[in-house]
């Protein structure tokens, strides 16, 4: 009989739901070893064949005819079995296949540097193209695609339309400069192919309000590009930006969707990959089912960016030492700040909202005592800052004061003209995709979250 070609995943999916697995013998299973011992008449290989996190164990013995050469395959060669599976309730995995035939379908190099043994992620790190071959890197970039998924389900279930905003643009929609240009001539960036200084883009949101004031509710999710030479475990130049825009709705709604989101994924991703979660759990970040757990079960807090800064000044007079004390309404809190406020003081994810407008962008909705916007970060311990949102300004004259003012009009017209045109109210928020990644799943590296990351003097691969 020809063997059925089977993956590892399809093998547990159907031992899970009481399926006699045996009766599908003979099987043929193609993966990647990750570990291989044999002892004189029987071997044992470790396969990963991609297709889920667990690995299934081959069993061999002197009766293949090239047992000696399969004893000597090394941890990385692609391979191909042939053979039986054979359920063992006893044993640690429920199950085995014992081998009638083993191929080599790839053969490895003796220098291939992943050996069964602890690897550092920095040492990984420089391994970005095999990385994804080991348990840590398997697991976060299938829970990054599990977690794509929920973010699109989470929208689309709600009516959302998703929009695909450019990658290259006109305009800096930050208004905070640290943007790529794009050019084919770089001797004369402003006159070259687009007739205009273009660059890669910061942020989706400013095309995006224009189709909320169409459609309603709205997102764009997609990469995006920022030129800060900020050297933190946390600031990737490419990264991923889930962007949802709300018309008929305020800062608190906003708020209400922002933290819905924010739980929504970390079910889906808890749901949807047992596995790997577990691990992260057990080896990343020890606790982390607890801390999201917590997260799941209460409510987040609210906090005034003023009330914040007066606790932050009691901090600091109790003694306690920020790498910048000088703290002062009206600042740009840096990380340290926003650490203390969501780690020592809520313990758990908050907002803070209504910020100084002059550390805010352009955007944003003025409030009513002339001083402060609309504005909220939302802040997770280890972290700071995931979420970025705000109501925006959608009276005409008061924008455009603004925009005059820092003068970012010219080519943006058309966005100050949606409040001309049949504006209203409207809300939105950024989330950054590979932060919610590290933040769900306990990786304390943007760098490990990201594929190939791109950060600045980093683009090996
Ligand atoms: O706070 P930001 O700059 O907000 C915006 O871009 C708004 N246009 C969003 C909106 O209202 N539609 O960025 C939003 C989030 C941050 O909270 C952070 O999680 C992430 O994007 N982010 C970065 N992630 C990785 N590397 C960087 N360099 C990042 N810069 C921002
Ligand atoms: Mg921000």
């Known amino acids: 009989m020809q063997p059925k ?16 697995i045996s009766k599908l013998s003979p099987v043929l299973v193609e993966g990647w070893v990750r570990t291989n011992r044999s002892s004189g008449q029987v071997g044992f290989i470790a396969v990963n064949d991609g297709s889920c996190f667990k690995t299934i164990q081959v069993v061999y013995d002197s009766k293949l005819p090239n047992f000696d050469k399969v004893g000597h395959i090394l941890t990385g ?3 191909g079995v042939k053979g039986t599976i054979v359920l063992t309730p006893e044993m640690k995995q429920p199950f085995e296949l014992h081998a009638t035939e083993i191929v080599v379908l790839g053969d490895v190099a003796s220098d ?10 920095e040492y990984l790190r420089e391994l970005c193209y095999l990385r994804p071959r080991t348990n840590t890197f398997a697991a976060l970039y299938r829970v990054r695609s599990v977690l794509a998924r929920g973010i699109h389900e989470f ?6 339309v998703y929009v695909h905003t450019p990658e290259i643009t006109g305009n800096d929609a930050e208004g905070a400069g640290s943007v790529f240009t794009v ?6 960036a402003y006159n070259d192919f687009f007739g205009r200084k273009a660059s890669l883009t910061v942020s989706g949101q400013l095309h995006v309000e224009a189709f909320a004031l169409a459609f309603r509710d709205v997102y764009t999710f997609g990469p995006t590009f920022r030129a800060e030479k900020s050297n933190t475990p946390r600031h990737a130049s490419e990264f991923w930006m889930i962007e949802p825009e709300i018309a008929f709705a305020d800062l608190e709604d906003d708020m209400v969707l922002m933290e819905e989101c924010i739980k929504y994924c970390i079910k ?3 749901d949807k990959c047992p596995d790997e979660m577990d691990f992260f759990n057990n080896f990343i970040s020890k606790g982390l089912f607890d801390k999201l757990n917590a997260v799941l079960a209460t409510p987040f807090t609210k906090m005034e960016y003023t009330d914040g800064i007066k606790i932050l000044q009691e901090a600091v007079k109790n003694g306690h030492k920020f790498e910048n004390s000088n703290i002062e309404w009206g600042m740009d809190l840096q990380s340290e700040h926003e650490r203390y406020l969501t780690e020592e003081v809520v313990k758990g994810p908050m907002f803070l909202i209504n910020y100084p407008k002059e550390i805010k962008a352009f955007y944003m909705r003025e409030n009513d005592d002339g001083k402060t916007v609309a504005a909220c970060d939302c802040l997770v311990p280890g972290e700071g800052e995931i979420i970025g949102g705000s109501q925006r300004e959608e009276r005409y004259d008061i924008l455009e004061k603004k925009m005059a003012a820092i003068g970012n ?8 003209n949606l409040r001309k045109y049949g504006g209203c109210i409207h809300s939105g928020f950024g989330i950054g995709f590979d932060r919610l990644l590290m933040y769900i799943t306990g990786v304390a590296n943007i760098r490990d979250t990201e594929p190939f990351p791109r950060t600045s003097s980093n683009i090996k691969y």
Do not use: N
Not at 112 to 121: A, E, I, M
Not at 155 to 160: H, I, L, V
Not at 409 to 416: M, T
């Open 5 to 20: 070609a089977i993956t590892v995943r399809d093998l547990y999916a159907a031992h899970a739901s009481k399926e006699d």
């Open 77 to 79: 060669a692609c391979i």
């Open 112 to 121: 291939y540097p992943l050996q069964k043994k602890f690897h550092s992620l």
């Open 155 to 160: 929208f689309q279930d709600k009516g959302f």
């Open 183 to 188: 050019v084919t001539d770089a001797k004369d």
């Open 268 to 270: 889906y991703v808890m």
């Open 409 to 416: 009009k010219e080519g943006l017209e058309w966005y100050l």
